[in-house]
């Protein structure tokens, strides 16, 4: 050991020295720009080109048709990989990655969204509870 008071000055300097970690979830940090999270679906947007269901990687998301000129959307988030290829496929903008990533589920069928047309809100399974 040649330099031993090298040592107890990087010791003593991480003592007062503020830690480099987060306060996560406690305090919430700012996503950068372009972040990819959780998918959000306008219905009024879609034309049913059905581009997002054929370049999605995972199979996640499934275009349905439910009316003249009305479609909807099931996005299944437990097989999304988040690469925001349907995002980026869609010509009319009905997709959007959102920054929102705290998305932990105890019920499997809780990780299955499905947005309509009508409401124009996610209707989110349940799992059997009213």
Same mark, same amino acid.
């Given at each position: =050991?040649?330099? !031993?008071?090298? =040592?107890?000055?990087?010791?003593?300097?991480?003592?007062? &020295?503020?830690?480099? %970690?987060?306060?996560? !979830? $406690?305090?919430?940090?700012?996503?950068?720009?372009?972040?990819?999270? &959780?998918?959000? $679906?306008?219905?009024?947007?879609?034309?049913?080109?059905?581009?997002?269901?054929?370049?999605?990687?995972?199979?996640?998301?499934?275009?349905?048709?439910?009316?003249?000129?009305?479609?909807?959307? +099931?996005?299944?988030?437990?097989?999304?990989?988040?690469?925001?290829?349907? +995002?980026?496929?869609? +010509?009319? &903008?009905?997709?959007?990655?959102?920054?929102? $990533?705290?998305?932990?589920?105890?019920?499997?069928? @809780?990780?299955?969204? %499905?947005?309509?047309?009508? @409401?124009?809100?996610?209707?989110?399974? %349940?799992?059997?509870? !009213?």
């Amino acid at each position: =050991m040649k330099r !031993p008071g090298r =040592m107890l000055n990087l010791t003593l300097s991480s003592v007062i &020295k503020k830690p480099a %970690t987060e306060s996560y !979830p $406690f305090v919430k940090s700012k996503k950068p720009a372009g972040y990819r999270g &959780k998918l959000i $679906f306008f219905p009024e947007k879609c034309i049913g080109c059905k581009l997002c269901m054929k370049d999605c990687p995972s199979g996640a998301i499934v275009i349905n048709k439910i009316g003249d000129k009305k479609y909807e959307a +099931v996005i299944e988030l437990d097989k999304c990989i988040y690469c925001a290829q349907c +995002v980026d496929s869609c +010509v009319k &903008k009905a997709l959007e990655a959102t920054a929102d $990533f705290e998305l932990a589920a105890i019920n499997k069928t @809780d990780l299955k969204v %499905t947005y309509k047309a009508e @409401d124009e809100k996610p209707t989110e399974n %349940t799992g059997g509870q !009213p």
